[in-house]
Structure formats: structure tokens, C-alpha cells
């Protein structure tokens, strides 16, 4: 079993559909970010959860929504999106949030808004 | 407002070549992290620099840290084509309780057989 999991890897959907992310880390971290990753644009950090608590929202839109419902698992869920957000969704976990913890990323879904 | 600039944004080189990507910032870090993304994968560390002017090996990538704690460097010997991919930098800002790490911009490179 890799060490940071993600579901589905790819996902198309139109703007009015509700959909959501999963994601599951089998390291024993304390940490949990959601990021995205659009073409020629550096990652953006999206959230951060820290022992299932949400510490960092970076001014993301409410049409996204995470969830950490214990320290191994992290939703993203999605309602009424936009074609610009169509972008790879990157889950990631780290032993605890400290500055500069490495992260363990997941191989990411693939995300089409039509 | 944090900014990692990678040099070059893309670059197609023919396997046995040798080259440096570079990463920039006016801004300093307590530490900076490379990492690089196979297509289809996510970025996975490769190396963790921490003291202005440290020098790090990883077999044939040379990982260098600017004394002023602004830019790096990566030198890969002999490219391979499993050099492929999208090397990212990352800083590590000075302070803070969160994990709020400033990515670059990428440079993608591609190795030629």
C-alpha cells in the first residue's frame, strides 16, 4: 500500500454536479493539505488540517469544502464549479506541521469542469 | 509576498548531458526542499537544504544552497532518461507554526534517449 492514496484519479464533471475527493495516508502523520496544481502556476495550498483540525484555509472558495474526519482521511468535496477550476488536486500529509516537515504527496485526481 | 523563480521553465537535453536548474528568491528561507514529479505521479523529496552554503549528493544530483538562504541550485551529472520529470523547489519561510511551504515555478525537464 503506497503511503498517500487518492480517489479517483480522474474525475469530469459539469458545474451544477456535486462530487468529492478522497484521500487516506497509511504513514501515521498528523498533517493533512490539500493542494492545487494548474498549469504554469506554482502549487497553491488550498487547506491544512492538523490532527483533524482545520488550521489554514487559504482564502479558497466556498464552493470547495474539506473534511478530515480522523487523522487518516481527508475529503474534498465539490458543488457548483467552475471550468477554471478544472486542475490536478494534490493530497498530502506530513509527520506534523512544522515549517519545514517534508510532505508525502498522492499521485493527485485529475479534475475536468465541462 | 514569497516568490521561488525556476530557470529554466523547460529543458530537452540528450541522455549523458549535464545541467543546472536554478531556483531564486529575494526573499530568505530557513530551509528549501526539491522535489520532482513523474507525469501521472506527485511530487515526490528529493532532498531537504537547511544551512546557507550546504552542498548535498544524491548519486548524480548535486543539490547546492545559496549562502544568503535565497536560491539553489540542482546540477545533475550523466543525465538519464529516468531523469524525466517536473523538479520543483520549495521553500520553508522563517517562523510560523504551519506548514506553509512557497513553490516554485517548476522546471520541466525532458531527457532524450
Known amino acids: 500500500e503506497t503511503g498517500v492514496t487518492q480517489t479517483p484519479r480522474h474525475l469530469v464533471m459539469g458545474m451544477t454536479n456535486k462530487k468529492s475527493l478522497k484521500c487516506e495516508q497509511h504513514l501515521g502523520h498528523n498533517a493533512m493539505y490539500w493542494y492545487k496544481q494548474s498549469a504554469k502556476k506554482p502549487l497553491e495550498l488550498m487547506f491544512v488540517?492538523?490532527?483533524?483540525?482545520?488550521?489554514e484555509n487559504n482564502s479558497v472558495p466556498s464552493r470547495f469544502s474539506p473534511e478530515c474526519p480522523n487523522s487518516s482521511h481527508l475529503f474534498l468535496h465539490l458543488h457548483t464549479l467552475q471550468p477554471e477550476d478544472s486542475a490536478l488536486y494534490l493530497c498530502?500529509?506530513?509527520?506534523?506541521?512544522?515549517?519545514?516537515?517534508?510532505?508525502?504527496f498522492g499521485n493527485g485526481t485529475r479534475l475536468t469542469v465541462t | 509576498t514569497q516568490l521561488l523563480e525556476q530557470s529554466p521553465q523547460f529543458l530537452s537535453i540528450q541522455e549523458g548531458e549535464n545541467l543546472t536548474v536554478y531556483c531564486n528568491s529575494s526573499?530568505?528561507?530557513?530551509?528549501l526542499q526539491w522535489y520532482r514529479q513523474e507525469p501521472g505521479e506527485g511530487p515526490v523529496l528529493l532532498v531537504t537544504?537547511?544551512?546557507?552554503?550546504e552542498v548535498k549528493k544524491l548519486k548524480r544530483l548535486t543539490f547546492q544552497f545559496g549562502d544568503a538562504r535565497k536560491d539553489s541550485s540542482l546540477h545533475i551529472t550523466a543525465a538519464q532518461t529516468g531523469d524525466t520529470g517536473l523538479y520543483l523547489c520549495a521553500g520553508a519561510g522563517n517562523g510560523g507554526a504551519t506548514n506553509k511551504l512557497i513553490f516554485g515555478t517548476g522546471t520541466l525537464l525532458a531527457v532524450q534517449p
Open positions: 537544504v537547511v544551512t546557507g552554503g
Open positions: 526573499s530568505v528561507f530557513s530551509s
Open positions: 488540517y492538523s490532527l483533524e483540525e482545520r488550521v
Open positions: 498530502a500529509s506530513s509527520q506534523d506541521r512544522a515549517n519545514n516537515s517534508p510532505l508525502h
